[in-house]
């Protein structure tokens, strides 16, 4: 009989050495395969964030009132065709600033004492632009200034004060960070005036983003 239980015994150790060597492996898998997700997880964000988006704060008011400043604005990264009215966030003498396009590579821009913005002689209208487009110091750009094929011209919608073009003179484009992929209020309608029209004295035409 006492050899009977010693046997039981021995073998009740066996079965619960395995159970806890199975349990042990299950815990050990289980943990691995944590890591391996949570490393997949740091490669997908590091792609999304790292490679194809980018995420910065509103850091002023120089595109109030459709972003005000500590807005957070997703850009995308791959972007490389940029049409007029479109947000772009870029690097400009060391600091992150954010704009909208005006005027291309191959255009001549011009900012007039009256407050007008002109694109290749032409008159632009922006109709949700509630501000005056002043230059600054005419020591910083010299106008009318004309742009190489790889720049862009840049205003924030808060023309009062706003870091733009205006300050720094053309954005090349390996200065953008990349382009808005938020919707920043509403549609910017630019509008191109030009004295060919013999019925008006005027020809328009309307760009929408």
Known sequence: ?????RSDSFIRSGISAVWNSQKEIRRMSEI????????????????????????????????FPRISAGDLLLYYRLEKNFNSGDVLVFRKQGKIS???????????VEITGDGELKVNGSIVIETNVFYKTYPYDKKKVNYPLSLKKDEVFLLCDYREGG????????????????????????????????AENSEYGEIVLSINR
């Open 98 to 108: 954010t704009g909208r396009v005006v005027a291309h590579g191959g255009d001549s």
């Open 163 to 194: 870091r733009d073009s205006r300050y720094f003179g053309a954005v090349s484009k390996k200065e953008i960070k990349g382009k808005e992929t938020a919707p920043a209020g509403e549609q910017t309608l630019v509008t191109y005036q030009t």
């Open 32 to 63: 691995k395969a944590f890591f391996i997700r949570l490393v997949i997880l740091l490669i997908f964000l590091w792609l999304l964030f790292g490679v194809f988006f980018g995420i910065t704060p509103m850091r002023g008011n120089d595109m």
């Open 1 to 5: 009989m006492a050899s009977y239980d």
